[in-house]
């Protein structure tokens, strides 16, 4: 049976999917479950919690165990709607639907450091989209910058800029950390600013586990920067 969480904090939960499990404790950390974009509903059995579904606007992450009860899930889905549905391989499958795969990599950050200060938000949303970036996803500067703006102030995100190159982490949790993108502008290219800018904000996360989702043509980056594979996420978008 699916229910709505209405706490300030999850409980522990024992899914072994610690990337968006950090995504969804994030957004909890940042937002609340007041906020009227964000919604947490738990799936319990006797046996406990099988699933979580986490929607912030029209996005949706499951995490969910074997257990779980896959029909509920899918009706209770048409029911809520979305654009967008994250979660495993194997979540995806069961519910039925066609999905892109990343792969999931992580690497534990340095001991120490400090978060980096807000830097110019528009700067960094024109070296994330002012060109054309194929694996990050590109959205709407307004609401780019409200949520950014806020989750840095919160503590839950965080960038580091420079002229030609970004880093950006969207979740922060007390002890993990999620990458959403690490872009250089097209003429600074092959000239290790992405890697730059991806080192110095590492070295401000105070032994965090990183992750970073990825396309294949990407995993070799963040593999030469020091990043192990760990498992798979797939992204579920339905067409327009």
Not at 133 to 160: M, P, Q, W
Not at 196 to 205: A, G, I, Y
Request: hydrophobic letters at 45%.
């Amino acid at each position: 049976m699916l229910s709505l969480f209405n706490g300030s904090k999850l409980p522990h939960l024992d899914f072994e999917d610690a990337f968006l499990m950090t995504k969804i404790r994030a957004n909890l950390l940042s937002y609340s479950s007041n906020a009227s974009f964000l919604y947490l509903w738990y799936q319990q059995s006797e046996v406990g919690i099988t699933a979580l579904l986490c929607k912030f606007e029209q996005s949706v992450i499951i995490v969910a165990d074997a257990s779980a009860d896959f029909d509920e899930i899918k009706e209770f889905l048409n029911v809520i709607g979305f654009k967008n549905l994250q979660s495993t391989p194997f979540v995806l499958n069961k519910l039925g639907f066609d999905y892109t795969e990343y792969q999931v990599l992580f690497k534990m950050a340095e001991n120490g450091g400090t978060l980096p200060p807000m830097p110019s938000i528009r700067a960094v949303y024109d070296i994330l989209y002012g060109e054309k970036n194929s694996h990050i996803e590109k959205v709407d500067f307004e609401g780019f910058y409200v949520d950014l703006c806020h989750r840095i102030r919160h503590g839950t995100a965080a960038a580091v800029l420079n002229d030609s190159a970004v880093c950006v982490v969207s979740h922060i949790t007390d002890s993990a950390a999620v990458i959403s993108g690490v872009a250089t502008n097209k003429a600074a290219r092959k000239m290790g600013l992405g890697s730059m800018v991806l080192d110095k904000l590492l070295k401000t996360l105070d032994g965090r586990k990183v992750f970073a989702a990825a396309e294949s043509s990407v995993v070799p980056f963040y593999a030469k920067n020091g990043f192990a594979k760990c498992h798979k996420t797939a992204i579920y978008n339905i067409e327009e």
